[in-house]
């Protein structure tokens, strides 16, 4: 997977590109046929001296069929990490659900298994 990095008022080190990067390959046990990742990540100093949530990371994980997007806020960078991590973890597994439930009914279908009427009384 080819991740694209695009930092916003922020020095990204090297501990955290790898945590990101370390994230990011966990999501490949749902699809494995993830081709990039952008990845955004903003701070806004005016948030962080209100006690707000600072940071914002948006990922674009581009994908055979429809890409995925996500954003979510922070207080702590790596907090945010987690939190987008995990929605996008939310959708690869309902996509996945979903493509598996659309073949078994195809299959099912073409078996004559599945009947379109109203049920036998």
Not at 36 to 56: E, Y
Not at 89 to 108: D, P
Request: proline share 7%; glycine share 4%; aromatic share 4%.
């Amino acid at each position: 997977m080819q991740i694209q990095w695009n930092p916003q008022g922020i020095k990204l080190t090297a501990p955290l590109y790898s945590y990101i990067e370390k994230k990011l390959q966990k999501l490949k046990r749902y699809e494995d046929r993830i081709v990039a990742a952008h990845v955004t990540v903003q701070h806004d100093p005016p948030k962080a001296s209100l006690n707000k949530q600072a940071f914002v990371v948006k990922v674009h994980l581009s994908l055979p069929g429809p890409d995925l997007h996500a954003e979510d806020h922070g207080h702590d960078l790596y907090q945010a990490i987690d939190l987008i991590t995990d929605r996008l973890e939310g959708q690869l597994r309902r996509r996945k659900t979903e493509l598996t439930e659309k073949r078994r009914h195809e299959s099912r279908e073409a078996k004559g298994e599945v009947h379109s009427g109203p049920p036998p009384e």
